[in-house]
């Protein structure tokens, strides 16, 4: 049984028109749906808007974060990033010039060194393309089950870390 793709796409809201075109290219070209909060018309029937962005990202299977010079300030990227591992999403940061003329060069903070950066649609797509391949934890994990053997039990097995680690090694990071 295959489980529906849906990419959570965490952002400041200052980048909320920057996820809205992240939303609207990945739905276009790889048919995935996505969550944008600021396209969510029932969160504001949410008395707690944390419930709502939980329950989403429950329902959700990725987070794709978009990070910019304002994502520096936010409070809930690093929540939604932990949520999301906690839950065993695959996870990816995609980094956005806040001017289109000059490449990212961002001191990030420290809590996304660990996760694959994306500077550019050939590195989206690598992220987008690496779900299409591996859409679920129960294919991700069969294949690192097999790959080590019995050495390892599948439930030892991380299915966010697997893909972290499976997209940069693509990004050659």
């Given at each position: 049984?295959s489980?529906?793709?849906?990419?959570?796409?965490?952002?400041?809201?200052?980048?909320?028109?920057?996820?809205?075109?992240?939303?609207?290219?990945?739905?276009?070209?790889?048919?995935?749906?996505?969550?944008?909060?600021?396209?969510?018309?029932?969160?504001?029937?949410y008395?707690?808007?944390?419930?709502?962005?939980?329950?989403?990202?429950?329902?959700?299977?990725h987070?794709?974060?978009?990070?910019?010079?304002?994502?520096?300030?936010?409070?809930?990227?690093?929540?939604?990033?932990?949520?999301?591992?906690?839950?065993?999403?695959?996870?990816?940061?995609?980094?956005?010039?806040?001017?289109?003329?000059?490449?990212?060069?961002?001191?990030?903070?420290?809590?996304?060194?660990?996760?694959?950066?994306m500077?550019d649609?050939?590195?989206?797509?690598?992220?987008?393309?690496?779900?299409?391949?591996?859409?679920?934890?129960?294919?991700?994990?069969?294949?690192?089950?097999?790959?080590?053997?019995?050495?390892?039990?599948?439930?030892?097995?991380?299915?966010?870390?697997?893909?972290?680690?499976?997209?940069?090694?693509?990004?050659?990071q």
């Open positions: 049984m489980e529906e793709i849906q990419i959570f796409i965490s952002h400041k809201k200052e980048d909320e028109k920057k996820a809205i075109k992240l939303s609207d290219y990945i739905e276009e070209n790889f048919g995935f749906s996505t969550y944008v909060d600021v396209l969510d018309d029932k969160i504001h029937e008395e707690n808007v944390t419930e709502r962005i939980v329950s989403q990202l429950r329902n959700s299977t987070l794709l974060v978009v990070f910019s010079e304002h994502t520096k300030k936010s409070m809930w990227v690093p929540f939604e990033l932990g949520v999301a591992y906690e839950r065993e999403e695959g996870i990816g940061v995609y980094i956005w010039p806040d001017n289109p003329y000059m490449l990212p060069d961002y001191d990030l903070p420290e809590y996304l060194e660990e996760f694959p950066k500077k649609t050939y590195g989206l797509n690598k992220y987008l393309n690496l779900i299409k391949e591996k859409p679920n934890k129960q294919k991700l994990l069969l294949e690192a089950k097999e790959s080590l053997g019995f050495t390892k039990r599948a439930a030892e097995i991380n299915y966010a870390q697997e893909f972290i680690n499976e997209l940069k090694k693509r990004l050659g």
